[in-house]
C-alpha cells in the first residue's frame, strides 16, 4: 500500500483513562452497542492504523496487535466477528495466530493478507481451513479502501448502504433528525490527526442514515440558514467534548456565503467554543465558486472572525487559480484541492503539475495546503513529496458519528498504552 496514516493524536495518561471511561459511559447508555469488532494484527503500525480508521468510518471497532502474543492474550478475553492477518516474511507468527484461533473454536471470519507469494499464501490458508476457520479470498498488499469496504459490505458488517431517498430539509430539522459526522483530517508528513471536518446527515426513522443528496436538492434559503448554524453550534460542541477527552483538533464546517453573511457566527462561537487554553481554533470553509469574485467579502468576515480564532478556508479550490495567482494577500488559512485535481496526481501527468501549482501558491499565501478525496496510496505518496500539508479523503478515514469518532481515540490510547508498556516493560517505573 505503500502509505498509510497513522492519526496519533497526542494523548497524556489522564486523556487515556478519561476517553475510556467515557466511552465505557456511552456503552452502557447503548449508543455503542453491538458494534462490530475486527482485530487487525499486522508488525506495521501504519497498516494497522489505516485498517482502522477505514474499520470506524463503516462502523466497525477495532483492536491493534503488534504480533502474535499480544493477539493471543487478547482473542481469549474478547472474540471479535473478523481478523485481519497479516503474513510477514516469517509467516510462523501468522500460523500461531490461526492455530490460536482454530484451538479457541472462533467462529467469525479470517482476512489474511500479504505482499507474499501465493504458496506462503495458500499454505498458511489452507491450515486454517484445516482448523475449522472461515477462511476470505487473500487480500494482496497494496490494496485500497474500495477492497476493504467491499469485505465489510459482503459479511453485512457495519453501516448498510445508503438507502436513495428524498427528504425536506425543513422536515428533517424540525423532527431533529440531522446530525453531524467527522472526517479526519491528517497530517500527510508526520501521519498525525490534526483536524476533522462536519458533515451533514440526516438519520430518517424509515430510510436509515442519508447524505446530503437526500435533502440538500431544493432547501430554501432559511433553510439553509438554520442547518449552519445547527453545524455552527454542533461542531463547536464536539470539539468542547474533544477537549475534555484530552484531544484539542482545530474542526472544520462548510458554510454557505450567504448564510455565512446573515448568521451571528460570533455569538455562537463565544457560546459554544471550548474553554481550554490549547483551542486550536476553528475553520469555516466557503466553496471557491462563492468567494473567489468577492475577495473584500472575504478579507472583512475573516478579520471580523480573527479575534475568535475562527477561520476561513476555500473549499474544492483549483479553478479560479488564475484569478488570485497576482494577488499579495489571501485571507484563508487553507486552500483545499479539487478532488478533480487530487484523482490520479501520483500517475496523471495533467493532475500532477496542478496540484503541486496549487500547493505552490497556498504556501505563498501563507496558507495550508489540504487535499480532498484522497483515495489512493499513490496519490498521498504524491501529495507528500509535492509538499501538501493536510489530507483528507476516504484512504486516511470516512466520515464517522460523533461516537465513532470517540471509539477511534479510544483505540488509538490503548495503542498508545500497549506500545508504552513494551518501552518500560514490567519491572520499570512509572515516569
Not at 463565544?270 to 462563492?290: A, L, M, N
Not at 478579520?303 to 476555500?314: D, G
Amino acid at each position: 500500500m505503500g502509505l498509510a496514516m497513522s492519526a496519533e493524536p497526542a494523548l497524556a495518561q489522564p486523556a487515556r483513562a478519561a476517553i475510556g471511561a467515557a466511552c465505557d459511559e456511552a456503552a452502557e447508555h447503548g449508543n455503542l452497542a453491538r458494534v462490530p469488532l475486527c482485530f487487525v494484527v499486522d508488525a506495521d503500525a501504519s497498516i494497522r492504523h489505516f485498517l482502522s480508521l477505514v474499520l470506524h468510518g463503516t462502523g466497525v471497532d477495532t483492536e491493534e496487535f503488534p504480533d502474535a502474543q499480544s493477539f493471543g492474550r487478547a482473542v481469549v478475553q474478547r472474540a471479535p466477528e473478523l481478523v485481519f492477518l497479516n503474513i510477514g516474511l516469517d509467516s510462523t507468527e501468522a500460523i500461531e495466530c490461526v492455530i490460536a484461533l482454530g484451538k479457541r473454536g472462533f467462529s467469525g471470519f479470517v482476512q489474511l493478507m500479504s505482499s507474499r507469494g501465493s504458496a506462503v499464501l495458500g499454505h498458511v490458508k489452507s491450515i486454517g481451513e484445516q482448523h475449522g476457520l472461515h477462511m476470505l479470498p487473500i487480500l494482496k498488499k497494496p490494496f485500497e479502501t474500495g477492497a476493504v469496504v467491499k469485505i465489510l459490505q459482503d459479511l453485512k458488517l457495519g453501516h448498510p448502504p445508503a438507502v436513495a431517498a428524498r427528504i425536506d430539509l425543513d422536515e428533517a430539522l424540525n423532527n431533529g433528525w440531522i446530525e453531524f459526522w467527522y472526517q479526519p483530517k491528517i497530517d500527510l508528513r508526520k501521519k498525525q490527526l490534526v483536524g476533522a471536518e462536519a458533515f451533514a446527515r440526516a438519520r430518517h426513522p424509515d430510510n436509515g442514515v442519508l447524505t446530503p443528496s437526500a435533502f440538500m436538492p431544493g432547501a430554501s434559503e432559511s433553510s439553509l440558514i438554520a442547518l449552519s448554524e445547527l453545524a455552527l453550534a454542533q461542531t463547536l460542541k464536539a470539539g468542547l467534548n474533544f477537549a475534555k477527552l484530552g484531544v484539542n483538533l482545530r474542526l472544520a464546517v462548510n458554510v454557505p456565503v450567504n448564510a455565512l453573511v446573515k448568521i451571528a457566527v460570533a455569538d455562537i462561537v463565544q457560546t459554544y467554543r471550548s474553554r481550554f487554553d490549547k483551542w486550536p481554533g476553528f475553520v469555516i470553509d466557503v466553496t471557491e465558486e462563492q468567494i473567489v469574485t468577492d475577495l473584500a467579502l472575504a478579507s472583512d468576515i475573516a478579520k471580523r472572525l480573527q479575534h475568535l480564532s475562527v477561520m476561513l478556508a476555500i473549499d474544492d479550490f483549483g479553478r479560479g487559480y488564475s484569478s488570485l495567482v497576482r494577488l499579495k494577500e489571501l485571507p484563508f488559512a487553507e486552500l483545499k484541492l479539487d478532488r478533480a485535481f487530487v484523482a490520479d496526481c501520483g500517475t496523471d501527468k495533467v493532475n500532477a503539475p496542478l496540484c503541486k501549482t496549487v500547493i505552490d501558491l497556498a504556501h505563498n499565501f501563507g496558507s495550508i495546503a489540504v487535499a480532498l478525496g484522497i483515495e489512493k496510496a499513490s496519490d498521498a505518496l504524491a501529495l507528500v513529496s509535492m509538499g501538501c500539508d493536510y489530507g483528507q479523503g476516504f484512504l486516511l478515514g470516512q466520515p464517522m458519528p460523533e461516537e465513532r469518532f470517540v471509539s477511534l481515540l479510544r483505540q488509538r490510547a490503548r495503542s498508545q498504552g500497549r506500545q508504552l508498556a513494551a518501552v518500560r516493560g514490567p519491572d520499570r517505573p512509572h515516569a
